[in-house]
């Protein structure tokens, strides 16, 4: 504008700068050209840093390092809290009419009510150093007395010639000397808390359309890692731990009173993303101890519907009038991906220093408690050649959730639509991966590494159309569908690997899964009693739909290997319990009113994957090997239809088809190999699976006190269980003297 320039401080759309107010300091700010220049130099200078401009990408980045002739600590930790609130509402009592003055409605006079928060969240915390350049000292004040101008000459010229003599951090020189015990740990706590309510109270609209929609969403990504470097012991230990807690709430009070010439769309969506991992990777001549741990608690909350605490009133109350389509979606698809390693490692040194440090492709100069060089995975490690030692490495990761998912319509007086969709899913990943490695190769060593994998899930997916404390009348003219769905999966691995090399080295190692969950899935179109009935009026297809489709995955393994003696044990196990129950109940046609057909289904497709495996080697004489490998699953579930003081009416040639199906697959798998040039080798491999009935019931339909009629349409009733078991255990052994699997 002129001689002026401005850069715009907010996003907005469909400006007109011929008459935009850039005076305004809330969305403009004013630049001036010849500080261009000088912001670009920063730049340059802040990435040509002693850190590359590393520590610049990120939203939160903790760093320490320590180096001592004798001892070396070094610890980094951080702390983040965030809470993302977006709300948006039509309070009671609002008027809002949007229509033209004469003649209906069209697409131009639409009620959109959004909310939304975005949390987005990078961070890196460590007792590392990340590589760079290297300037020296430089205590010479900058020269000011010819101005700004000259003191930016200056600071430059001096900034010219550090560059000239600069080195390039990165690994620790072979002159640095060895810290004798090096300790290195890093914490993080990151609490992050999501709100968004897009909701509508008792109020009067007349309009096109209606959308009324919350979504969560975001990304917390961070990764937490320690390492250390010594010649008598290193211990190091990282935890990287995520709370989160959402909600995403869209709703219109069932009292409101809504009159529309379109559509209706209620949407409620979850998709924030968690990505959290830790490592931990000590090294020494002669003990060295690795721990590593993730952690996530979450609680998800998706609601979308129309709903109230009381019923609507006998008059000027509850009645909503859709023209078009009627839909309401709760959706939750966020995922989250939770990896811990650790790797411990017993060695001859190969350099005098010690450092602390972690993570792939993260270079440790540091001080004291490190000077190594954190390689590809985040984790700890050893290595020696002189007699004795330790190399011990654990990793963990464990995920507790209790996610809700749910429509609903209650209390609502009338609803006429075109059609009418409501739907809830749980469209969401979980990948947890626990890793564990130690290294040694000092004669008369041990390694031992252990890796562990929990899942505590408690989830609930419900869409349900009720009459709770007064009759409802539902007309709809088109299809009517109600839809419960679990399509989540859930895949884990843990694996611990142990060498010992050296001479009458013993090597150990463990991993160790445990998921426990329970899922209710329901789909219900149904009154609370023949007083509190639901009505129906003239309807198209009428389908009632609940279904748990998950996929659960458990891998386990373990792998020693030991000049004297090889142990490996890996333990998988799943307790899962599964409710599906589709439920039609306390619903009747109006006089004279068809439906054009019915499905009511349950569907149970869960599917249980749960393998265990490991290898077990000795090669001395003396020596021997053992692997034993657990492989377990047990599912208590019901897959459930019912229908009690149902009265439903097919008009012409429509069907009714009920059904309640078991597909669900379980599959436990175990295999181990023992091999020994000594004495003894022994294999053990154990599969189980274990089904049971919940009290509620097996694979059921249950009619009570119901009426199903048809015109000229088929009516079938269907429970079928065809659930499919497969165990396979396989132990093998072999040694010089003794072989047992």
């Known amino acids: 504008v002129g001689d002026q320039r401005y850069v715009a401080k907010q996003n907005r759309l469909n400006l007109d700068l011929g008459t935009e107010n850039y005076e305004d300091a809330t969305y403009w700010e004013e630049v001036s050209p010849g500080d261009m220049p000088r912001e670009l130099l920063a730049l340059i200078s802040d990435t040509i840093s002693s850190d590359l401009g590393f520590s610049g990408y990120f939203d939160m980045f903790t760093q320490s390092k320590a180096r001592g002739s004798s001892n070396g600590v070094a610890f980094a930790a951080n702390v983040l809290v965030t809470d993302y609130s977006a709300a948006a509402h039509i309070a009671d009592g609002a008027v809002l009419t949007l229509a033209p003055a004469t003649g209906t409605a069209d697409s131009t006079n639409a009620l959109s009510v959004t909310a939304e928060t975005t949390d987005d969240i990078l961070l890196v915390v460590g007792n590392i150093a990340v590589p760079g350049l290297s300037f020296g000292e430089d205590n010479d004040p900058d020269v000011k007395s010819g101005g700004v101008k000259a003191a930016i000459s200056s600071h430059y010229e001096k900034y010219a010639e550090k560059l000239k003599s ?23 706590v990151t609490i992050a808390t999501d709100t968004a309510k897009a909701t509508i109270g008792k109020a009067t609209i007349t309009a096109d359309s209606v959308s009324l929609e919350s979504t969560t969403a975001g990304m917390s990504m961070g990764l937490v890692a320690a390492g250390g470097t010594s010649t008598k012991a290193s211990f190091t230990g990282s935890w990287n731990h995520v709370g989160l807690t959402t909600l995403s709430q869209a709703l219109v009070d069932a009292r409101a009173m809504i009159t529309l010439s379109g559509d209706l769309s209620l949407a409620a969506k979850d998709s924030v993303g968690v990505f959290a991992f830790s490592g931990a990777m000590p090294t020494s001549s002669k003990t060295a101890v690795g721990l590593s741990g993730v952690t996530s608690f979450q609680n998800r909350t998706v609601l979308a519907g129309i709903t109230s605490a009381t019923a609507a009133a006998a008059t000027g109350e509850g009645v909503f009038s859709v023209g078009g389509a009627a839909s309401i979606t709760a959706e939750m698809s966020g995922s989250t991906v939770l990896g811990s390693a650790a790797v411990a490692r017993v060695k001859k040194p190969s350099v005098a220093s010690g450092t602390t440090g972690a993570a792939a492709a993260l270079s440790t100069t540091s001080p004291a408690a490190a000077a190594s060089s954190v390689p590809a995975a985040a984790g700890g490690a050893q290595t020696t050649t002189s007699s004795g030692g330790f190399a011990v490495s654990g990793s963990a990761t464990g995920l507790r959730e209790r996610n809700s998912v749910q429509t609903i319509v209650t209390n609502l007086k009338s609803l006429t639509a075109g059609s009418l969709l409501t739907t809830a ?26 890796a562990f994998t929990v899942i505590d899930s408690v989830k609930t997916i419900r869409a349900v159309i009720e009459a709770a404390a007064s009759g409802f009348n539902l007309n709809v003219a088109g299809s009517l569908a109600v839809a419960a769905r679990d399509v989540s999966g859930v895949y884990t691995f843990a694996v611990g690997l142990a060498a010992a090399r050296g001479t009458k080295g013993i090597a150990v190692s463990g991993s160790v899964i445990v998921l426990v969950g329970e899922t209710t899935v329901e789909a219900a179109l149904r009154g609370s009693s023949a007083a509190n009935k639901i009505t129906m009026g003239a309807t198209g297809a009428v389908d009632i739909a609940a279904a748990n489709k998950g996929h659960i995955l458990a891998i386990a393994g373990a792998a020693a290997y030991g000049t ?13 319990g599964s409710s599906v129950t589709a439920d039609v109940s306390y619903v009747a046609m109006g006089a004279t009113q068809t439906a054009d057909s019915l499905a009511v289904s349950a569907t149970s497709d869960l599917r249980l994957d749960t393998l265990a495996a490991g290898v077990a080697v000795s090669r001395e004489s003396s020596g021997g090997a053992g692997v034993g490998m657990v492989a377990v699953n047990v599912l208590s579930q019901t897959t459930l239809v019912k229908m009690t003081g149902a009265a439903l009416s097919i008009g012409g040639t429509g069907a009714v088809a009920i059904s309640a199906i078991n597909t669900s697959y379980l599959n436990a798998a175990a ?54 078991m497969v165990a396979t255990a396989v132990g093998a052994a072999a040694s010089r003297q003794v072989g047992l699997a």
């Open 166 to 188: 600069a080195t390039f951090k990165g690994e620790p020189k072979a002159t640095e000397k060895v810290s004798a015990r090096a300790v290195g740990g890093s914490v993080n």
């Open 425 to 450: 899913e749980d469209l969401g990943g979980r990948i947890l991966l626990s890793g564990a490695l130690s290294d040694t190769t000092s004669n008369d060593a041990k390694g031992i590494s252990g």
């Open 564 to 576: 004297k003696a090889g142990v490996g044990a890996a333990v998988a196990v799943q307790s899962q």
């Open 671 to 724: 295999g181990g190999i023992a091999l020994s040039a000594g004495k003894a080798a022994v294999g053990i491999a154990v599969a189980v699976n274990k089904h049971r009935d919940k009290s509620s019931g097996g694979t059921e339909v249950r009619l009570t006190g119901t009426s199903l009629q048809t015109a000229g349409g088929a009516i079938s009733v269907t429970a079928r269980d065809e659930m499919t």
